[in-house]
């Protein structure tokens, strides 16, 4: 995977995008009704998994991994914008 070098324009468009709460919204909603798969659950495509204590969490399909740490603070790997939008509807699905 290509790690993208996020200028500050597209730190702030990234903020707009992800709306953290839909993300845990669709990660519980994941674990609920997803297939476990060793220590993941996967819906529809997106993996949700978490560390032993659940306060960082991980979401990620093929292309994205987006990681959600304590108090909301998130980080988002992907290879292109295209990756991206298509993760986001997938999470807002």
Not at 23 to 50: H, M, N, P, W
């Amino acid at each position: 995977m290509i790690m993208v070098d996020l200028s500050k324009y597209m730190m702030d468009d990234l903020k707009q995008k992800i709306e953290v709460r839909k993300a845990l919204k669709a990660f519980e909603l994941i674990r609920q009704f997803g297939e476990q798969e060793g220590d993941e659950y996967r819906l529809y495509g997106v993996s949700a998994s978490s560390d032993f204590d659940g306060y960082n969490l991980l979401l990620k399909d093929a292309r994205v991994k987006l990681h959600i740490f304590f108090h909301n603070k998130f980080e988002c790997d992907f290879d292109s914008k295209s990756a991206l939008d298509a993760f986001i509807g997938k999470l807002d699905a």
